[in-house]
Structure formats: C-alpha cells, structure tokens
C-alpha cells in the first residue's frame, strides 16, 4: 500500500487522517488502510472539517467494512438512507 500521507492532492493532511493511518501501519491491518485511502480519493478540500473528526473517520470505515462484509447490513442502510429521503423516517 502506498504511503497515505502522500495522498493529499497538495493539502496538508488533518491530524485525524494521520492518526488513523498511524493506527493502521502499528496494527498493520490492510483492510483498513486500502478504505482509508479510497475515502481520501472521494474527499477534497471542501470535507476538511469532517477529515479533522476523529470519530467521523471511525464511523465512515466502520459502516464501509461492516457493509462490505454484510450484505443484510447494505440492504438495511440503503432503505434506510431512502426511508429517511421520503420522510418516513
């Protein structure tokens, strides 16, 4: 995996993102690292603030793993996502 700290499209990296990274080189978990990359690649300078959110970051790589692996899960927060765009929820 290439070094996430150079994914940064010329901005400085939130203290949040490298924590993470820290966090996945130490525990040297894979999985982890390829999601945080490809939520970085999705992300620009608009959703700085958001990167600086320790726990933003958590839920976003949790809910991504935990859908990737859970098919039932996908389902449920997709209708969800559209029960809540309808107004039932």
Same mark, same amino acid.
């Given at each position: &995996?290439e070094?996430?700290? %150079?994914n940064?499209?010329?901005?400085?990296?939130?203290?949040?993102?490298?924590?993470?990274?820290?966090?996945?080189?130490?525990?040297? %978990?894979?999985?982890?690292?390829?999601?945080l990359? &490809?939520v970085? %690649?999705?992300?620009?300078?608009?959703?700085?603030q &958001?990167?600086?959110?320790?726990?933003?970051?958590?839920?976003?790589?949790?809910?991504?793993?935990?859908?990737?692996?859970?098919?039932?899960a996908?389902?449920?927060?997709?209708?969800?996502?559209?029960q809540?765009?309808?107004?039932?929820?």
């Amino acid at each position: &995996m290439e070094d996430l700290r %150079d994914n940064n499209y010329g901005f400085e990296l939130p203290n949040a993102i490298v924590e993470h990274i820290e966090e996945c080189e130490e525990d040297k %978990d894979e999985e982890r690292l390829q999601s945080l990359d &490809m939520v970085l %690649d999705l992300c620009d300078h608009t959703d700085l603030q &958001m990167l600086n959110d320790y726990s933003a970051i958590e839920d976003i790589l949790n809910d991504y793993i935990n859908l990737q692996n859970d098919t039932g899960a996908l389902l449920e927060f997709i209708l969800e996502c559209k029960q809540k765009e309808c107004g039932v929820l």
